[in-house]
């Protein structure tokens, strides 16, 4: 993942796909403007589930050369030809999936909202460190990423950063210097035109 000086696009998947629909869905969104990567992100531990969406998504992203990561499940990221794996656990597992997986997959993971956590996962051979939310939701304790978090990363931290969660023009804005993705996912999959709506997003920037 590069990092120019426009944030670029980090897509997440919905919790829940609908095979029939999504894949077409996700291609409107990767033709219409330029995605560094996508997160599958499912909820559920269901195996065929997982890799029957995995296989459709990785047909839309790799046709498109996108990269497609996935949440947590390591082993399938190796079995499905997945591009690397987002961990959910801070940088507990960060050095055990580089190991895994080795130095050309993604492996990437969110802190929330700990710079300590951002640290030692860099440390330990992240490829991005994503904080969030940054916008308010009813999720988690109601702890947010503020913008003095990102201010500060940006300014002393070498590690590539995503502020994802609860997104808004208004935050995309202010956070725009500072981060080096944006993690889109919710913001856009409940619209009618998800794609419409990442413009919007990506108009905020400037």
């Known amino acids: 993942m590069d990092t120019p000086e426009q944030p670029q696009i980090y897509l997440i998947t919905p919790p829940t796909i609908t095979l029939s629909t999504f894949p077409d869905q996700l291609a409107r969104v990767l033709d219409s403007t330029e995605i560094a990567c996508i997160r599958l992100a499912l909820a559920g531990n269901d195996e065929d589930t997982i890799a029957r969406a995995a296989d459709a998504c990785r047909e839309v992203a790799h046709t498109r050369d996108v990269a497609l990561v996935i949440s947590n499940h390591v082993l399938l990221a190796q079995r499905l030809g997945l591009d690397g794996v987002h961990l959910d656990d ?21 802190c929330g909202t700990s710079s300590h956590d951002g640290m030692s996962a860099g440390e330990a051979g992240t490829d991005y460190v994503a904080f969030g939310p940054v916008g308010t939701s009813s999720l988690g304790d109601g702890t947010v990423a503020e913008h003095e978090l990102f201010q500060w990363w940006s300014e002393m931290i070498e590690v590539p950063v995503v502020a994802e969660g609860g997104l808004t023009p208004e935050l995309i804005r202010d956070l725009s210097p500072f981060t080096d993705f944006f993690g889109i996912g919710d913001e856009i999959w409940s619209q009618d035109d998800p794609a419409a709506g990442l413009n919007d997003l990506i108009t905020a920037m400037g």
Do not use: P, Q
């Open 90 to 110: 801070g940088a507990r597992s960060v050095r055990y999936v580089r190991k895994e997986l080795g130095a050309d997959a993604i492996v990437g993971c969110f």
